[in-house]
């Protein structure tokens, strides 16, 4: 079992910058990918960004980074738009077999003046 807790939502200033976390515990050694997702109210849950092992990616104005000794991923959202609006969620996959996927609860991210 793995354990999220997201964490860095809040309500921003169209241009602004977010740094979200996302925190595992529990069968963490397991874990292979960490991505995060987000959901609009009336959309469905999309991929913002994804990452397996180490460092980091670049998603245009978001990058994703893995920091595997705190157990912790992050995404780092800059320029933010009123459309980034959402309720981001943090998730897991492991290599178990079968694979596990865990999810966090999420955290709100507003962008608005």
């Known amino acids: 079992q793995v354990q999220l807790v997201e964490s860095g939502g809040g309500l921003v200033q169209p241009g602004g910058s977010l740094r979200l976390s996302c925190a595992a515990s529990?069968?963490?050694?397991?874990?292979?990918?960490m991505g995060w997702y987000r959901q609009a109210p009336g959309k469905q849950r999309e991929l913002v960004a994804g990452?397996?092992g180490g460092g980091s990616r670049n998603y245009g104005r978001f990058t994703i980074s893995r920091d595997n000794a705190k157990n912790t991923v992050y995404l780092q959202m800059n320029s933010l738009k009123p459309e980034d609006t959402a309720v981001y969620y943090c998730?897991?996959?492991?290599?178990?077999?079968?694979?596990?996927?865990?999810w966090g609860q999420g955290t709100q991210v507003t962008v608005s003046s």
């Open positions: 990452i397996t």
């Open positions: 998730k897991a996959v492991t290599l178990t077999t079968p694979p596990g996927e865990y």
């Open positions: 529990g069968s963490i050694v397991s874990i292979y990918y």
